[in-house]
């Protein structure tokens, strides 16, 4: 009869254990600089995204913008983040007040102070991102 609170031997393994790979190191990273991408493709969806103004040289940029539409007794709110350079953020913020302003305004509490309240966080946040481009 075995004990079953007796410890066992490990495990036989089999073959050579594997070794860890070198960490590779690219010195010292500025902040908000990010690390250089490991494979093929990756490396050429980098080089692409520079080369269209992406990316911390070219200027990346990320927002939230909200979308409001009233209903008579209800309403309705999507929220949409988006990430790209300062025209496709600009895009978005165009077109959300759009949303906003045609549609945003056939509830009640629409008129008194959810569709305002989109309006203005909208305009927050992209003054946020005019700031850090720089206009």
Known sequence: MTNPYQQQPPAQQYGAAPQQAPQQQYGQQQYGQPYPPQGQYQQQQYAQQQQQGWGPQGGTYQASFTKHTGMLLAW???????????EQV?????????HN???????????????????????????????????
């Open 101 to 135: 302003l045609t549609v945003g305004w056939w509830s009640i509490s629409s008129i008194i102070a959810f569709n305002w309240i989109a309006i203005f966080g909208n305009m927050i946040a992209f003054n946020k991102v005019k700031k850090a481009a720089g206009r």
């Open 76 to 86: 309705q709110q999507s929220r949409q983040t988006v990430t790209g350079n300062f």
């Open 90 to 98: 600009e895009q978005a913020y165009k077109s959300a007040q759009t």
